[in-house]
C-alpha cells in the first residue's frame, strides 16, 4: 500500500484548520553535501539520515534492479492545503549496498 493510501484516510478525519505533518524530518543539504555515487554507503545514508520511510525497488530500463530507499516529509494546514510543504529523497543502492543514484523534490531547506 503506498503512502498516499495510508495517509489519505487521515486527512479526511482531521478537522478543518488542524495542522498535519507525515514523514519525518531529514537534512537533504547534509546528504546532498557528503554523498558521492559509486561511494557512500546504505550504512552512511542511514547514520545521516535514519531509517528511510520506505523501502522498495527500482528497475532500469537495461533490467539492472536498484534497492530504493525513500525519504519523506510533509506539512500543512486544512483545509485546502494551500501552505502544503512536502518534501521527498530517493535513493538507489546497487547490489554491493552503493548509492547509485538519487533524486530529490520540494523544498532544499
Known amino acids: 500500500m503506498t503512502a498516499a493510501k495510508l495517509i489519505l484516510p487521515l486527512l479526511l478525519a482531521l478537522p ?3 495542522s498535519i505533518e507525515v514523514g519525518r524530518e531529514f537534512d537533504l543539504a ?3 553535501a557528503r554523498v558521492q555515487r559509486g561511494v557512500t554507503t546504505r550504512a552512511e545514508v542511514q547514520a545521516w539520515l535514519g531509517a528511510p520511510a520506505a523501502l ?3 528497475v532500469e530500463a537495461s533490467g539492472e534492479r ?3 530507499w525513500t525519504y519523506y516529509h510533509g506539512t500543512g494546514r486544512m483545509p485546502g492545503m494551500r501552505d502544503a510543504r512536502f518534501r521527498i529523497l ?3 543502492f546497487d547490489r554491493q549496498g552503493v548509492v547509485r543514484a538519487y533524486n530529490w523534490s520540494g523544498e532544499r531547506r
Do not use: L, P
Open 66 to 68: 536498484h534497492e530504493q
Open 30 to 32: 547534509a546528504f546532498d
Open 16 to 18: 478543518a484548520c488542524a
Open 90 to 92: 530517493q535513493i538507489k
Open 56 to 58: 522498495g525497488a527500482s
